[in-house]
């Protein structure tokens, strides 16, 4: 019989807060085999990332290790020191980070960074180390490698930067490869492509890879065993088709039912849900046919590269379109000229007829008050200066609406809106999960009752139960302030579940 090249047995993880001793991870038992592929899936704080970075000795804060083993090619390495852990992290066991641009380093170049997993695991020395960056970020699917190789991380579109991580986990060939969220920044295009490479890599040289994902089809499609987390412990365990067809416990049902599909329904609001279809459809050719946005032939010029190439569309009064393309597409450019925040190089952006490059100074500024935007990130785009009350208030305070007591007024009214409790006000966005902070970016976006929101990928960073949710909430908050929405997304299946109309990107 094969030995496994990783045992957990009855690990249990725990941080200890001012409040007492949390216990993060509660007694899991999970086997891998050399060259055999398994995800841990499960909602935001259920305990998978704990579980894979206690594996590599990088628990964050005052975690800690309280009971259980952990075996790695049969040796114990439960307790030992960082110094010991080294000839581990790399070498043996390889990390894909889950988010790109707080794991790169800003000031150096990609090739840089890359060259220095490769000359710190020794696995190429001197003239050696530039042409292996540049096949290995080849690999991960970055053409052009020479050049990329050059570039700073703020030059990388999301998907580029997450490339260049999958890159450096893989630069030491480790036996075993720790993939947290490894795609959920890419489009299906390049995550096909990605993630065919990982396999590949698996079969060639027998390396193992542990999956972190909330994705059920990426771990239906890529893993051969399933490990499903809620609230620190393994609450069901096999074979993924198995778990994904045949569903035991309550919580992976729920799972199962939220994932998105291609066959899913559009997400309707519960008031347009229970209205009779060919009243609804009478109701939606009559309301929606007026233009809030017109876009046209836009194009957008960097040096010598043609990153949008005459972009037409009309965005109607209480509607979602959707702006689908791979990463560095050109979509989040479009979106950026239709918000102002970059001139295009030739074409036009109307919003109610009004040209946009034809305001300046007041007119403009009180226009931005009519388009808001949602951004993909919702650990970077909330100051974590700032409480929650002061994220959400700050447009409110910046258009100089309202005396103090009104302002506070409409954040409590907002965070009602987003489902957020009022008490969330003197919270900091580090005390929040991802899908929480989102409804703060949400009601944020609300607060000065825009017409318009650009939503940048506002899904893809959630796992997909709170996907769900924030999917239902736009949903309903379109019906009850009958918002238009720009939606940039690279997710097929959330393009089903929200879009009324559609524009497919490639290469501007």
Known sequence: MTTPLLEMKDVQISFTSSTGVVEAVRGINMTIYPGQSVAIVGESGSGKSTAAM???????????????????DG????GLSNKEMQKY???????VPQDPMSNLNPVWRVGTQIGESLKANNVVKGSEVRPRVAELLEEAGLPDADRRARQYPHEFSGGMRQRALIAMGLAARPKLLIADEPTSALDVTVQKRILDHLEGLTRELGTAVLFITHDLGLAAERAEHLVVMHRGRI????????????????????LVKAAPSLASARIQSALAAGVESTELVAQGREAKTEEVIRVENLTKIFGENKAVDDVSFTLRKGTTLALVGESGSGKSTVANMVLNLLDPTDGKVFYKGTDLSSLSGKE?????????????????????????????????????????????ARVAELLDMVAMPRSAMRRFPNELSGGQRQRIAIARALALRPEVLVLD???????????????????????????????ITHDLAVVRQTADDIVVMKQG
């Open 75 to 78: 040796q114990d390495i439960t």
């Open 89 to 95: 992290r790399g070498s043996e066991i390889g990390l």
């Open 54 to 72: 206690s594996i590599l000795g990088l628990l964050p804060g005052t975690g800690k290790v309280t009971g259980g083993q952990i075996i790695f």
């Open 235 to 254: 609450v069901e365990s096999g074979p993924s088709l198995q778990i994904l067809r045949d569903p035991q416990h309550p919580y992976t049902q729920r």
């Open 457 to 487: 990928e506002a899904v893809s960073a959630l796992d997909v139960l709170v996907q769900n949710q924030i999917i239902r909430l736009l949903a309903e908050l379109q019906e009850e302030l009958d918002l238009s929405y720009l939606f």
């Open 364 to 408: 403009l500024f009180d226009m931005r008050r009519k388009m808001q935007v949602v951004f993909q990130n919702p650990y970077g785009s909330l100051d974590p200066m700032f409480s929650i009350y002061r994220c959400i208030e700050e447009p409110l305070a910046l258009h100089k609406v309202g005396s103090r007591k009104e302002r506070e």
